[in-house]
């Protein structure tokens, strides 16, 4: 594929303002992105591709930290990982009196890596869900998945050019934050049709093995339709959600799936029954978010377009006040290409689609909400994309406590890593996966 040049220009200038400093300037010049300071005849230079569009790249190489002009010592791993390199000496050389290089190249791995060029692909295969697989990432073959590693490269570049411009302003950096948010697909268990509820339950019988799970399942989907909503599980991790919200003084981002696009994948949700309204509406006035969940098939434009139309019309008839739009897509089905546009067409100011069902880690490269490009317009999107770090069903997808217990280490060593680049841990969590003692452990 090939990339505008002069868009892709514009999009490091932006990177640079957002996340390194606004007193630097960057241009390209022959093989390098010439990096300077106003008034100030020192230069940075980093390596560059021919043709960015067209990268492939085939292995990861680990350096460590101390291979370097300059003192890297307090950099949170003990190396850094680069694209195809296989360079000898320091990865930063001073050149001469006036210029420093830096020769990984790594704005190149930045724009690829955030902008998701290796999800462009017509030969790629897709999940059943048409989802771009983790196991294809450039990231996940090379083991580094659950690093941030666009951060990592950006703390480079503000390290070494601190180190040139000791005056140099850079950008100010954020407060680690932790969002958590829950796509409600299904608010109501006992509303549920009783022979899909009664299919899950054998499932958890037949092939997961677990008797007490299929009877709890069922029992409590019987005992709520009788004694009535307050007894049923999947509203009660919805309180829980708020307990825990309370606790840790942190505000919910609660996603609605209103629209019905496909009988399979789609749950019925009767958005004018009154059970559902005060719910929603106690979440609303607790303070929490309330955002969009455009169902299974909305990557055709005509059911985005109405699914929007829907949650716009159920919020003011509720009174709730969208000040931005907030989506994640139904499965997390996303297409870099498709996507991104119909996100734009339709005003949605916050995306939280990019992550994985069944892996933790940065989709983006990156714990910090970013601007991607719009490939169908050849423009740069509106809409901030935040990365998914942690669904539940990659926490929780075994019934083993040992194999819970080492998930739930790893994903302190990627809460660890977010907190040291000051970024956001976006967590997804559903209603549904809190009832158990394990899972109530496991958040």
């Given at each position: 594929?090939?990339?505008?040049?002069?868009?892709?220009?514009?999009?490091?200038?932006?990177?640079?303002?957002?996340?390194?400093?606004?007193?630097?300037?960057i241009c390209i010049?022959?093989?390098?992105?010439?990096?300077?300071?106003?008034?100030?005849?020192?230069?940075?230079?980093?390596?560059?591709?021919?043709?960015?569009?067209?990268?492939?790249?085939?292995?990861?190489?680990?350096?460590?930290?101390?291979?370097?002009?300059?003192?890297?010592?307090?950099?949170?791993?003990?190396?850094?990982?680069?694209?195809?390199?296989?360079?000898?000496?320091?990865?930063?050389?001073?050149?001469?009196?006036?210029?420093?290089?830096?020769?990984?190249?790594?704005?190149?791995?930045?724009?690829?890596?955030?902008?998701?060029?290796?999800?462009?692909?017509?030969?790629?295969?897709?999940?059943?869900?048409?989802?771009?697989?983790?196991?294809?990432?450039?990231?996940?073959?090379?083991?580094?998945?659950?690093?941030?590693?666009?951060?990592?490269?950006?703390?480079?570049?503000?390290?070494?050019?601190?180190?040139?411009?000791?005056?140099?302003?850079l950008k100010k950096?954020?407060?680690?934050?932790?969002?958590?948010?829950?796509?409600?697909?299904?608010?109501?268990?006992?509303?549920?049709?009783?022979?899909?509820?009664?299919?899950?339950?054998?499932?958890?019988?037949?092939?997961?093995?677990?008797?007490?799970?299929?009877?709890?399942?069922?029992?409590?989907?019987?005992?709520?339709?009788?004694?009535?909503?307050?007894?049923?599980?999947?509203?009660?991790?919805i309180k829980r959600?708020?307990?825990?919200?309370?606790?840790?003084?942190?505000?919910?981002?609660?996603?609605?799936?209103?629209?019905?696009?496909?009988?399979?994948?789609?749950?019925?949700?009767?958005?004018?029954?009154?059970?559902?309204?005060?719910?929603?509406?106690?979440?609303?006035?607790?303070?929490?978010?309330?955002?969009?969940?455009?169902?299974?098939?909305?990557?055709?434009?005509?059911?985005?377009?109405?699914?929007?139309?829907?949650?716009?019309?159920?919020?003011?008839?509720?009174?709730?006040?969208?000040?931005?739009?907030?989506?994640?897509?139904?499965?997390?089905?996303?297409?870099?290409?498709?996507?991104?546009?119909?996100?734009?067409?339709?005003?949605?100011?916050?995306?939280?689609?990019?992550?994985?069902?069944?892996?933790?880690?940065?989709?983006?490269?990156?714990?910090?909400?970013?601007?991607?490009?719009?490939?169908?317009?050849?423009?740069?999107?509106?809409?901030?994309?935040?990365?998914?770090?942690?669904?539940?069903?990659?926490?929780?997808?075994?019934?083993?406590?040992?194999?819970?217990?080492?998930?739930?280490?790893?994903?302190?060593?990627?809460?660890?890593?977010?907190?040291?680049?000051?970024?956001?841990?976006?967590?997804?969590?559903?209603?549904?996966?809190?009832?158990?003692?394990?899972?109530?452990?496991?958040?």
């Amino acid at each position: 594929m090939m990339i505008n040049d002069q868009l892709t220009q514009i999009w490091i200038e932006m990177f640079f303002k957002e996340f390194i400093s606004e007193d630097l300037s960057i241009c390209i010049k022959d093989d390098f992105y010439t990096i300077q300071n106003k008034d100030n005849q020192l230069s940075l230079l980093i390596k560059k591709n021919d043709n960015l569009g067209n990268s492939n790249f085939i292995s990861a190489q680990k350096i460590h930290k101390s291979n370097s002009y300059f003192h890297l010592d307090h950099f949170i791993e003990d190396e850094f990982i680069f694209f195809d390199y296989n360079e000898a000496g320091n990865i930063v050389e001073k050149v001469n009196s006036t210029q420093f290089l830096i020769k990984p190249k790594i704005i190149d791995y930045i724009f690829w890596t955030v902008n998701r060029l290796e999800e462009i692909n017509e030969s790629l295969n897709f999940d059943d869900h048409k989802r771009f697989h983790p196991e294809k990432m450039f990231a996940f073959k090379n083991d580094f998945l659950e690093r941030p590693i666009v951060d990592e490269y950006t703390w480079l570049i503000r390290n070494i050019c601190s180190k040139i411009w000791p005056d140099l302003i850079l950008k100010k950096d954020s407060f680690f934050n932790c969002n958590l948010s829950c796509d409600i697909d299904h608010p109501f268990l006992s509303k549920r049709p009783r022979m899909k509820v009664l299919k899950e339950s054998l499932s958890k019988m037949i092939k997961e093995k677990d008797i007490y799970s299929s009877f709890e399942h069922y029992f409590n989907f019987e005992f709520s339709k009788i004694f009535g909503i307050k007894h049923d599980k999947y509203l009660r991790g919805i309180k829980r959600l708020k307990e825990i919200a309370a606790n840790k003084e942190i505000k919910i981002l609660f996603f609605l799936l209103l629209r019905r696009t496909n009988m399979i994948h789609d749950e019925f949700i009767d958005s004018e029954h009154s059970d559902y309204i005060d719910m929603i509406k106690d979440l609303y006035n607790a303070n929490h978010i309330i955002g969009l969940h455009p169902g299974y098939d909305c990557d055709k434009d005509e059911n985005f377009k109405h699914s929007v139309e829907d949650f716009l019309r159920f919020c003011n008839k509720n009174h709730i006040n969208i000040r931005e739009m907030h989506s994640r897509m139904h499965y997390l089905r996303f297409d870099v290409e498709n996507t991104i546009n119909q996100l734009e067409k339709f005003n949605i100011t916050n995306d939280h689609s990019l992550g994985f069902t069944d892996k933790m880690g940065f989709r983006t490269g990156s714990c910090q909400p970013q601007k991607l490009i719009n490939f169908k317009n050849n423009s740069i999107s509106e809409t901030y994309f935040h990365s998914l770090n942690i669904m539940d069903h990659c926490i929780i997808d075994s019934k083993k406590e040992s194999d819970i217990e080492q998930k739930i280490y790893n994903a302190s060593v990627l809460i660890n890593r977010v907190k040291f680049y000051k970024g956001n841990l976006n967590i997804l969590w559903h209603n549904s996966s809190l009832n158990s003692k394990l899972e109530l452990k496991a958040l």
